[in-house]
């Protein structure tokens, strides 16, 4: 009964293909996120929905592009991968307060 | 915008208390909020600080002082299996959830 579950767990790709990544949460919230974790474990928000509509849209290239078809999901999509990308990206979502944050366990993405 | 200030990182042996500080800069600040992440694990939620003051869960316990933009986790009592990265992140205006860059906690037999 996962909160937040997020698929793939792992990803390996060849640069230049495009990839998506789903994201679902049951807890209701009204609030997404996808995080990039990098190998200094810095977590860098990326985006930021509420009830689907983009809230932050931090300085991301546009080769990304999330989609939330309901409240209940965002997807990432990536296109065009490069060397650069291989990380771990969480999705996560929070209540109206953003008082705490649920993540996803992770996709942890290689481009190679 | 917001940013987070924490040291990289804190050791520790077992049994002894651990204080790992955190300093903010933010506009339209709600709170500060604690997360936990072991090695190859998500980061799951320690505690939340909306009020000036101490909130204590169990072993944990987490400060804020808003005048001073700061706010500390105090982990007590020590075990092994607080080995792992803490994060503090500010709620913020506009659904905002920024983290610092993670405090490394090695807890020493």
């Known amino acids: 009964d996962t909160a937040v579950s997020q698929t793939p767990k792992y990803l390996v790709t060849q640069m230049g293909n495009d990839k998506s990544i789903k994201c679902e949460q049951n807890?209701?919230?009204?609030?997404m996120y996808w995080y990039k974790q990098d190998s200094k474990k810095f977590l860098k928000i990326m985006f930021s929905?509420?009830?689907?509509?983009?809230?932050i849209n931090e300085t991301v290239p546009n080769r990304f592009s999330p989609k939330s078809p309901d409240k209940a999901h965002l997807n990432l999509h990536i296109n065009s991968l490069e060397l650069g990308d291989s990380a771990v990206y969480f999705c996560?979502?929070?209540?109206?307060?953003?008082?705490?944050?649920?993540f996803g366990q992770g996709t942890r993405l290689t481009v190679v | 915008g917001q940013s987070l200030e924490q040291p990289s990182e804190v050791t520790a042996v077992e049994g002894a208390i651990v204080q790992i500080n955190c300093t903010y800069q933010t506009s339209g600040f709600y709170g500060l909020s604690w997360y936990q992440q072991h090695d190859g694990g998500a980061p799951t939620f320690l505690s939340y600080?909306?009020?000036?003051g101490l909130e204590e869960t169990g072993r944990f316990s987490s400060f804020l002082s808003r005048s001073d933009s700061y706010g500390y986790l105090l982990l007590q009592e020590l075990q092994m299996k607080d080995s792992a990265s803490y994060f503090c992140a500010a709620s913020g205006s506009a659904r905002q959830l920024t983290f610092g860059s993670g405090t490394q906690l090695t807890v020493l037999p």
């Open positions: 600080n909306a009020l000036d």
């Open positions: 807890l209701g919230h009204d609030t």
């Open positions: 929905y509420n009830n689907k509509e983009l809230i």
């Open positions: 996560a979502s929070s209540p109206a307060g953003v008082t705490e944050a649920f």
